[in-house]
């Protein structure tokens, strides 16, 4: 509790981004949890070496990276306008993109376009890019995080995660969990749904056969806590091996690691993928 308190303290006391925070902690080695670094380690230990103990970014940071964070940072203004009573606007979400990225490619203004067109209409916008620290039982430590959008309609609240790509991969439910325990907790939320709000990358809206847009609700139950915590739990004892050891295997699927250019394990060849 103690370590949860300080954390909390220092998130709340902090002026920069949820990405800058984790990073400050990684560097000062302070123990936390978090989902980025829970699907990083079950994706390869040695990604998550790389990434959280040595502390090796990508470089040049990959572009769906790049253009993720900008239209985050846009759809973020949207709602942030919405509390002031000033309705969605596709050309000032644009401009807002521009100034975030300078040159964005037609498929990330196609996405804002997506965004402003469907907007959550009817609700009070209670949060938005909300980050926050959880305190875990079991001896784990604190889970650092940040909401992408809190909704709320009458006693009912809302969390929604935005997430772009070339396809639809759905959600990791553990993300949604960690939302919605964050929001139970901070709000006293007795009833709080949960959505994931889907953009593909399209270069032309006017030519697509598949929706560039899909809105899903997902559906989680009273047990998906605690299977959570077990995930959680699983993870930090995954970390603390490869930090006391830090000799691990590369088990990824190679292809999709924004390391394998640069990393000396890296498979050659097919992936088990394929």
Not at 141 to 161: A, N, S
Not at 166 to 180: C, E, I, M, P
Request: glycine share 6%; aromatic share 12%.
């Amino acid at each position: 509790m103690a370590d949860y308190e300080a954390l909390a303290r220092r998130l709340a006391d902090w002026s920069g981004t949820i990405g800058e925070f984790s990073q400050t902690l990684d560097r000062e080695k302070v123990p936390y949890l978090s989902f980025s670094k829970v699907t990083c380690v079950e994706f390869c230990g040695y990604r998550y070496l790389l990434e959280y103990v040595k502390l090796q970014r990508p470089r040049p940071e990959p572009d769906y990276f790049v253009k993720g964070q900008a239209f985050h940072e846009t759809v973020a203004s949207l709602y942030r306008d919405l509390t002031q009573g000033r309705p969605a606007d596709e050309n000032a979400l644009l401009d807002v993109l521009r100034r975030t990225l300078p040159h964005p490619t037609i498929d990330v203004e196609n996405a804002v376009r997506l965004a402003a067109r469907n907007a959550y209409q009817g609700f009070e916008v209670i949060g938005v890019e909300e980050p926050f620290v959880l305190s875990l039982d079991g001896g784990l430590p604190p889970c650092v995080g940040v909401v992408d959008l809190i909704l709320r309609r009458g006693k009912t609240f809302f969390v929604v995660d935005h997430k772009t790509g070339k396809k639809f991969n759905g959600a990791d439910d553990l993300q949604l969990v960690l939302y919605r325990e964050y929001v139970r907790r901070q709000y006293q939320a007795v009833r709080c749904l949960a959505f994931v709000d889907e953009y593909r990358w399209v270069p032309n809206l006017a030519t697509i056969r598949k929706p560039a847009f899909q809105r899903t609700r997902i559906p989680l139950g009273r047990t998906d806590w605690r299977l959570a915590t077990r995930r959680l739990a699983w993870a930090h004892r995954r970390i603390q091996e490869i930090q006391k050891n830090q000799d691990v295997w590369a088990l990824g699927e190679c292809y999709m690691c924004p390391y394998r250019g640069t990393c000396p394990k890296a498979s050659v060849g097919y992936s088990s993928y394929w």
